[in-house]
Structure formats: C-alpha cells, structure tokens
C-alpha cells in the first residue's frame, strides 16, 4: 500500500497493492486489493472490492450501527459522488461506473426542525440497489427505493426516485423515464470477453 499523508485512519483494513491519495479519511473500512482512493476523500462505514478506483472529493458514510456501504469489484466512482447509507443500506454491483456529482440518498425529509414541513412530508427511508454493469451520468440523484436491476443506464442529470428499473435500459431525465432497451446481442458478446 503506498501511503501518503493520509490524516485519519481508524479501523481499516486494507488488501495488497491499495493506494491512498493525500488527505483522505477512513473509518471503519474494508478494502480488496488494488483500490484507489482518490484525494480529500471521506469514507466510513464501507466495503469496497477488488480492482476498484474513488475519484477525489467522494463521500461514502454510512451510520457505524448500520449495514455498511457495499461496492463490488472493478467500479469506478468518479470524483464528487456522495453517497449516505444513514437510512438503510446500500449495494453497488460489479463493473458500476457512476459519474461525477452523483448523489446516493437512502433518506430524504425535511427533518425535525421544521415541524410544518415534517409533518407533512415525513422523512423517508429506503435502501438504494445498483445492478452489476450499470452506468449512472454526471449529477444523477438516486432517491431512497431506487432498484436498479443489472445495466441500467442513467442519463446526466436525471432524478431516480423509488422504482424498479429493467435490466439493460436506458433511463433519463426528471424524473426519469424510459428511453430505450440496449442492444441484447451486444450484450452478450461484451460479457462473455469477460
């Protein structure tokens, strides 16, 4: 692992060949092997796989009594995605590239100090589920209940509220709706090169 002026580390336990950038900080994290985490990153409460890379500037948090943010093998977060597991979980598949400025909420609500606003929109709940091989555009916001089954993919800046997206569809907009089915042979060749 190279290491480098890397300011808070509590609890983590890291695979061969990871590589830290300046200034991140790591609480109760489990990385696989050759992870990049990219600079001023802030993450706890995660577990993340093998051959993975986290552009700088990326929040994961989940609570520390919670079930822990899971990414799978060979994703790529780019920079600027936030992401918080404090009202339920949330599992991020295999081969998931989400662009930058993404948002990952599994609670939305207005909170206890507005009384009005809470009682009439009560803070919702809900875990968030990526598919292996999806792809989310820049500045989506995954909305807690989103379900998104194995290759979809999220236009830039579109709203994913709760819903259960087909497997190889492109969605977009706001909120998003269907655009098209991808081609399934396609597909098929590109999985089995892996």
């Given at each position: 692992?190279?290491?480098q002026k890397l300011f808070s580390q509590v609890n983590v336990k ?7 950038s300046p200034f991140c900080s790591l609480k109760n994290v489990v ?18 796989g093998d051959n993975t890379k986290i552009g700088r500037n990326t ?136």
């Amino acid at each position: 692992m190279e290491e480098q002026k890397l300011f808070s580390q509590v609890n983590v336990k890291l695979g061969q060949n990871c590589t830290i950038s300046p200034f991140c900080s790591l609480k109760n994290v489990v990385l696989g092997n050759n992870v990049i985490i990219g600079d001023w990153s802030n993450l706890s409460n995660v577990i993340i796989g093998d051959n993975t890379k986290i552009g700088r500037n990326t929040v994961l948090y989940s609570a520390e009594n919670g079930k822990p943010i899971k990414i799978g093998k060979k994703c790529w977060l780019s920079y600027g995605v936030f992401a918080e597991g404090t009202g339920d979980k949330i599992e991020i598949g295999d081969y998931v590239v989400i662009a930058h400025s993404t948002k990952i909420l599994t609670s939305s609500g207005p909170g206890e100090n507005s009384p009005i606003m809470n009682a009439l929109y009560p803070k919702e709940t809900a875990p968030i589920i990526i598919g292996n091989h999806s792809w989310i555009g820049a500045g989506c916001v995954l909305l807690p209940g989103a379900f998104l089954e194995e290759g979809v993919v999220c236009g830039a800046n579109s709203l994913i509220p709760k819903w259960e997206y087909a497997a190889w569809t492109v969605y977009g907009g706001t909120p998003a709706k269907f655009l098209k089915k991808l081609d399934m042979n396609k597909v098929a060749l590109e999985k089995n090169k892996l």
